[in-house]
């Protein structure tokens, strides 16, 4: 069977990170296309991507059909000009997090989906995808160690790009756990609050944080969240899970533990693309197997769809500091 030529559309940080890993570890997929405005960028993404082709913008891209899947990139609020389109041509896409940034343009993209007739849309929530985050799940749903009742999640961050605002906080940051944390409850949110630590004052001027996040779930447990973007010292996500039985904890560093010169320390990632690397190679893996079946194996756009409506409420609770409810719409027959 042929490879698949997947288009990456965004050449950034991420976007480069996954033309790298399709050319080096990604079996059965190849990158056709790279879309990005930025020529310095796109040369530098191109350099792993022998023989693809640079297009400044997706509709050119898509035009010229030199793709048979889509893989979004770009920074959130350029995920709707992107998807709408790719959808249009038919094309399978797995869309980098968060789908969209709000409910509204997340609900259309769920409409223009199911007015499609398949689903296309694979949303890269690659936490679902990482071993910790798997095996916790089971865990819970086991019910070895009792009944959960609660999450303890710490999200931390060395520093973040001048680009991030403080709304990111929740719709670029905390997103991960509002999907995290249904995807080990199987719980929808029903509730966002945040309280405010004392700030940092190494944190860039207009972020107000760390902050406390506390999500409620349907199934009557809460999350926390401690949602820290300038902690210097590494990236750090880990999950403490409470029990009737006992605890569970992921995400402590495996790094090396080195004794020495009266101290003992361990060394601890510095991004994301380090934590999750093992993450995004199974995630895409996985991505690239189920389009040869005409299928996806991940989050939904349905699945996008809830997060962003927990999202909605997260950033109304950010800045009016109440408890805020979730609201969803209906779930499309389609997506049972
Ligand atoms: C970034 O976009 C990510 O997705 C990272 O996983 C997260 O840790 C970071 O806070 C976000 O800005």
């Given at each position: 069977m042929s490879e698949l030529r997947v288009a990456v559309i965004g050449a950034g940080l991420m976007g480069a990170d996954h033309v790298s890993r399709i050319g080096q570890r990604i079996v059965g997929a190849h990158v056709s296309v790279i879309v990005e405005p930025d020529e310095a960028r796109a040369k530098a993404a191109l350099a792993n991507a022998p023989g693809a082709a640079w297009y400044p913008n997706t509709d050119d891209a898509i035009a010229a059909k030199a793709m048979d899947a889509v893989l979004i990139a770009t920074p959130g609020q350029f995920h709707e000009p992107v998807l709408l389109p790719a959808l249009n041509a038919g094309l399978p896409i797995l869309c980098e997090k968060p789908l969209t940034t709000d409910t509204e343009s997340s609900l259309r993209i769920v409409e223009a989906e199911v007015a499609c007739g398949k689903q296309l849309i694979q949303v890269g929530f690659m936490r679902r995808f990482d071993e910790g985050y798997m095996a916790l799940r089971d865990l819970i749903a086991s019910g070895e160690s009792g009944e959960l009742l609660?999450?303890?999640?710490?999200?931390?961050?060395?520093?973040?790009?001048?680009?991030?605002?403080?709304?990111?906080?929740?719709?670029?940051?905390v997103v991960h756990e509002i999907d995290a944390v249904r995807f080990l409850t199987d719980s929808p949110?029903?509730?966002?609050?945040?309280?405010?630590?004392?700030?940092?004052?190494?944190s860039p001027e207009g972020l107000n944080e760390p902050i406390l996040?506390?999500?409620?779930?349907?199934?009557?447990?809460?999350?926390?969240?401690e949602m820290n973007v300038s902690v210097q010292f590494g990236y750090q996500v880990k999950t403490e899970a409470v029990f009737q039985k006992g605890i569970a904890e992921i995400g402590r560093t495996s790094g090396m533990t080195r004794f020495f010169d009266g101290s003992i320390s361990t060394s601890e990632h510095m991004s994301f693309?380090?934590?999750?690397?093992?993450?995004?190679d199974n995630q895409i893996q996985r991505w690239v197997n189920a389009v040869a079946i005409g299928t996806i194996d991940g989050p939904s756009a349905w699945d996008g769809y809830l997060a962003a409506?927990?999202?909605?409420?997260?950033?109304k609770?950010?800045?009016?500091?109440?408890?805020?409810?979730?609201?969803?719409?209906?779930?499309?027959?389609?997506?049972?």
């Open positions: 609660g999450l303890h999640c710490a999200h931390r961050n060395p520093t973040v790009p001048d680009t991030y605002h403080n709304d990111m906080l929740i719709f670029d940051s949110i029903t509730s966002v609050e945040v309280k405010h630590m004392k700030r940092n004052t190494l996040v506390l999500l409620g779930t349907e199934s009557g447990l809460l999350a926390t969240v693309k380090t934590r999750f690397a093992a993450a995004y409506a927990a999202v909605d409420a997260g950033v609770a950010l800045n009016s500091g109440a408890n805020e409810t979730v609201t969803y719409a209906a779930k499309p027959k389609f997506y049972n």
